[in-house]
């Protein structure tokens, strides 16, 4: 079964850092780009970022929200995404989650459940 | 950023309707484009992509529709697990943009 399970979100002070993380299992990893979505409490999804396969350099492509703040990662070796979130603000605040990208069309197959991430003081 | 503007933002339908959720990007995205469902306190589903292509294992009752900017996703026969919030979402650009959601309601 295709399965993307995130984790690593909890609350954390404004300014604070956290890494979330993106398991993937049952279908080769390594051959796909990977996303990053969030959807803030009560409102619409909002795209965060991209990380391409190891054939594309392994680029990013980051929204301008998060640009010089989060930085997408991958290990193929361990079927795992990582999304390294510094400098967060309370507007972070969110469901994250992770999304396989087909290699064909380029858009999101497979939805991870997510993980809270809260920025409070 | 291309913007991508779906409506109605809220719809109530009644179980057996046909429901049409109309989404319109700001500018040309050929064919990429998405749907999404998603239900309270759930990861979205995907429906539909390359506008009109449904994605395995979704039923055709859901169908797409469109090329350019203009848009629609229908949904031929509202069945009580069908009540969530629709979502389309352009691929041809970054940054990828969402549409603000259509929820349907009984």
């Known amino acids: 079964e295709v399965q993307l399970v995130e984790s690593g979100g909890g609350l954390v002070q404004p300014g604070g850092s956290l890494r979330l993380s993106c398991a993937a299992s049952?279908?080769?990893?390594?051959?796909?780009?990977m996303d990053w979505v969030r959807q803030a409490p009560g409102k619409g999804l909002e795209w965060v970022g991209r990380?391409?396969?190891?054939?594309?350099?392994?680029?990013?492509e980051n929204a301008a929200s998060v640009k010089g703040r989060f930085t997408i990662s991958r290990d193929d070796s361990k079927n795992s995404l990582y999304l390294q979130m510094n400098s967060l603000k309370t507007e972070d605040t969110a469901v994250y989650y992770c999304?396989?990208?087909?290699?064909?069309?380029?858009?999101?197959?497979?939805w991870g459940k997510g993980t809270t991430v809260t920025v409070s003081s | 950023d291309i913007q991508m503007t779906q409506s109605p933002s809220s719809l109530s339908a009644s179980v057996g309707d046909r429901v049409t959720i109309t989404c319109r990007a700001s500018?040309?995205?050929?064919?990429?484009l998405a749907w999404f469902q998603q239900k309270p306190g759930k990861a979205p589903k995907s429906l539909i992509y390359a506008a009109s292509s449904l994605q395995s294992g979704v039923p055709s009752k859901f169908s797409g529709s469109g090329s350019g900017t203009d848009f629609t996703l229908t949904i031929s026969s509202l069945q009580p697990e069908d009540f969530a919030t629709y979502y389309c979402q352009q691929y041809s650009t970054y940054p990828l943009t969402f549409g603000g959601g259509t929820k349907v309601e009984i």
């Open positions: 999304a396989r990208i087909t290699p064909s069309e380029y858009y999101m197959d497979v």
């Open positions: 500018q040309g995205i050929r064919n990429c």
């Open positions: 049952g279908f080769t990893f390594s051959d796909h780009y």
């Open positions: 990380i391409r396969k190891k054939a594309n350099s392994y680029t990013t």
